[in-house]
């Protein structure tokens, strides 16, 4: 059982113990001890044995909170919102960065579509459905039009309450199939570059790193996956083990900005200098303070023109 569904009936309403909460939200115990003394926000109850309960109605208001940080918004500015207004200012954050589902996607019909799927809890036809499009359009487009877009979708409807956890995580692994089975059946990789994928160890979203595989899988790259929550010093480890000529990481939405720049400045100061750091994802602060000698991807499709300028630089070594 997946241990993010920790929760304990009281009376009529649902609790959660801190560390359920921890794992739902991403903050830390410490952060919502303090902010418990400090702005008397997180409020729990206590059970028999005297340990923190969170009703299921402030875990929904810690993550707003925690998506309203993550874009930059301060707690001491946001922690006395009401529950309404803070939905407001996610609201208005999210139509600046959402997809739309407009006229102009190609794919329109087809992402409204598997979101249905997903809500009616079809996998197999999810699979299949998927599946099939990867085969009709490629797999370069099939990463680029559909599992981008409704990745992005699906983590929407889900801070939106629209979808529940378990929907989101059967998704999640209805796509990493596909794309696994896609990458399987790409022709064996050329000499380099030789990229070495995984996530910080704060970061358990893999999908990302799953998409950026395809692509560059599809280039010909040599791809080792050393999957997601690698400590940085096991990644410069195996950077050098490996013969990596770039490190390539993903970061979600839900990453703490702090975590994001320090580690990657650690990682770059543990690094041999001629290993290059690639970084994407959805997470704000790449954009907003993007770190020197870090190429920051805004979108997959930046891969095809890195890796032409890579090739170019390292022409003597291809």
Known sequence: M???????????GVQLSISAVERDTGLSK??????????????????????RLYPV??????RLIRRLMDAGHRPGKIMRMKPEQLQMLADQIRSASTPRLDETHPMRDDL????????????EDLRRALSQAALRLGLDRFVREVAAPLNALVGDAWARNQFEIFEEHL????????LRNAISNIPGPG???RVLLTTFPQEPHGLGLLM????????????LSLGVQTPIYDITLAAQAQRADIVALSFSASMNPNHVLDGLAELRAKLAANVAIWAGGQCPILARRPPSDVRVFSDLAGIHTALDEWRAQHLVDG
């Open 171 to 178: 998704y999640t692994e209805s796509m990493q199939v596909v």
């Open 112 to 123: 409204a579509g598997y979101m249905a799927l997903i809500k009616r809890h079809q996998v």
């Open 212 to 223: 950026a595989e395809a692509m560059l899988a599809l280039e010909g790259c040599r791809c």
């Open 191 to 193: 000499r380099s570059p």
């Open 30 to 51: 410490d952060t919502l001890r303090v902010w418990e003394r400090r702005y008397g926000f997180p409020n729990p109850v206590r059970d028999a044995l005297g340990e």
């Open 57 to 62: 109605e402030q875990v929904e208001r810690l």
């Open 2 to 12: 997946n241990e993010r569904a920790e929760v304990l009936g009281v009376g009529s």
